[in-house]
């Protein structure tokens, strides 16, 4: 048996390049295919190895020589079928051999499945019950290889005649799911893509459709807390959006006969000559639906009027106010977050109708994104993928659409994690994200400003540049924010409460109706007074006098400060030291209230990124800072460049980067002194 393995004598054995003619009616290989027979191993190595491996070899090439014969034979057997139940055992003695195969090679499972896939491609009037005994003759080949595409498109027409079939359960679940772990680009092949959009909708057809999917959804996580698999959540994302977008592509189609997204904002008012469209129909709101703050389009405004039941406040704009706030903007040379909290012009509520398949599609798929919402692990790259909104401006539009969304926006502003709700925002200024769209006057808003408070309140509450988040809602949202606030929203009372403080608000008159704004309920009025109270301690605070230089004593804690600062004057205070305190960034709050304070020492302090945030906003005129061993990270010390007036930084042992370093020693022109030993940048 030996012998009969072993190939015939080659005369280039020697020089690796022996190749065997094989031809003729029984080889199975066609005229004048030339098979390349295994150049052996050769080295200083044992003898006995290398006959292995020249052995093993050998076999490998008989092996190969032998299967593609059988597959030659296949594709002819199988190219003109008689009667389908030989078919349908030949194919089951097929995927017998390749699995039976001892090559290592991918193109073994794949050669069947391209010969089935051509077969069912020439062959279109089989019954539905002789498409099932051929799938589940192939099932063995798909648990580890993807189906190619024209078997793709088999099996979606199988998910949209027969949802119900237990082949869509039994045979096709673990294909997905290996699609949906294993696949690296959908745009290479999208009919994988389109399978697993098809397979859901199927899915969904199933009796309690819906849960159905969700233990699909569940079983692609995983029990555990965090999911092993890193490509189900893009994948199933990019499944979702192709779907979502489906629904309105025969709209979309017709652009000439679809408004743009600003004639969408306005309300549809222009004058326009477009026809009636197609089953999916834009349809014209009425006037009295135009929010009050389409005023806020135009550029010259002087005033603008918030009306309700409750409230009638006139706000005069003075006419420097834009400018001013541009150039605090201009010149800032910290990551641009809330440059993107730009106005929106207000929309109208359009209604868009789809058909009863592509509403039961979207329902179907915008369900999904909610539960993906729902999984902790998920929902900071679900946040980052949905950032730069990936929906077409129809389904924008859409009232159902985007109130089902709205669900996942609310989980992205309740979760505490900044690489989370930061996503609201939109990616660049002048574009729209999710704040602007779900906004008092945004196309999706519906609930009177209550997810817009939501989405504030997290957004103040991690924001390092404060005072500029707060001239921006100044400058876009006062209205809808006084509002609020006259309905008693906490969150509201607050931004008020602040933008006093902060004197972000120049304009008297502006200021007096904020101040009656406050006063008009119990929660307001408690806060505003607790305002008065502390300007008043501000005030007694930064009185001139007090002592120059100041040191407090090791082990003291962020209530010492407090309590010391409350004590007297500190006016003059120019140096302060902290260093070998207890100390955290929660002092920051009394830091910044100290107006002649140039010099200050934090070494080995618990003071860290946030206080730095706040310290950089507010101390610009600080000269000497000293923030050796503390927990500080490129996070905190990236905001140091909006401090020109610091000429020595002390960044010893901190978690500071050599890109941070280069970065801050370009903006910081005045910056002499540095310390960055025990960095990386050292």
Known sequence: MRAKHTPPPNPDWDAGEGKLALSGRGSGVGAGDALTYPKPVTGPCCPFLLQAANSYLRDQWFHS???KKKIYKYKKVLSNPSRWEV?????????????????????INQAPLEIVSKLLSENTNLTPQEHENII?????????????PDLCEFFCKHCRERPRSMVVIEVFTPVVQRILKHNMDFGKCPRLRLFTQEYILALNELNAGMEVVKKFIQSMHGPTGHCPHPRVLPNLVAVCLAAIYSCYEEFINSRDNSPSLKEIRNGCQQPCDRKPTLPLRLLHPSPDLVSQEAALSEARLKSVVV??????????RASTATPALTASSGNDSEPNLIDCLLVSPACSTMSIELGPQADRTLGCYVEILKLLSDYDDWRPSLAS??????????????????????????????????????????????????????????????DDGELFASMVHILM???????????????????????LALRGNQTMVEILCLMLEYNIIDHNDTQLQIISTLESTDAGKRMYEQLCDRQRE?????????????TLPSKSTDADLARLLSSGSFGNL???????????????????????????????????????????????????????????????????????????????????????YEDLKAKLPNLKEVDVRYTEAW
Request: charged fraction near 20%; hydrophobic fraction near 40%.
């Open 136 to 148: 589940v003759a192939i099932a063995p080949l798909l648990e580890n290889n993807h189906p190619p």
């Open 574 to 660: 120019e140096n302060l030291s902290l260093a070998f305190t207890n100390v955290t960034s929660a002092c920051a709050e009394h830091l910044i209230k100290l107006p002649s304070l140039k010099q200050l020492n934090l070494w080995s302090t618990q003071f860290g990124d946030a206080g730095l945030r706040l310290l950089s906003e507010h101390l610009t005129m600080l000269q000497v800072l000293n923030l050796c061993e503390t927990p500080v990270t490129d996070a905190g010390l990236l905001a140091l460049s909006s401090m020109k007036s610091l000429c020595s930084l002390n960044m010893n042992s901190t978690k500071l980067s050599a890109d941070t």
């Open 385 to 446: 993928l949905l950032q730069p909104i990936p929906f077409p401006k129809e389904a924008l539009a859409h009232e159902k659409f985007t109130q089902e969304l709205k669900y996942v926006i609310q989980r992205f502003a309740e979760d505490p994690r900044q690489e989370v709700h930061s996503c609201l925002l939109s990616v660049r200024a002048g574009k729209d994200g999710w704040f602007q769209l779900y906004s008092p006057g945004g196309v999706a808003c519906d």
């Open 307 to 316: 009306a309700s039941s409750e409230i009638h406040v006139e706000v005069e």
């Open 87 to 107: 078919v349908l055992k030949e194919i089951r003695t097929l995927v017998d051999m390749a699995l039976a195969s001892p090559l290592q090679d991918d193109s």
């Open 538 to 550: 501000l005030k007694e605070l930064q009185r001139k006098g007090g002592p120059t230089r100041l």
């Open 65 to 67: 020589l032998q299967w």
């Open 461 to 483: 509450g991690s924001c390092y540049k404060t005072k500029k988040f707060l001239l921006s809602l100044a400058e876009n949202k006062l209205g809808p924010c006084m509002l």
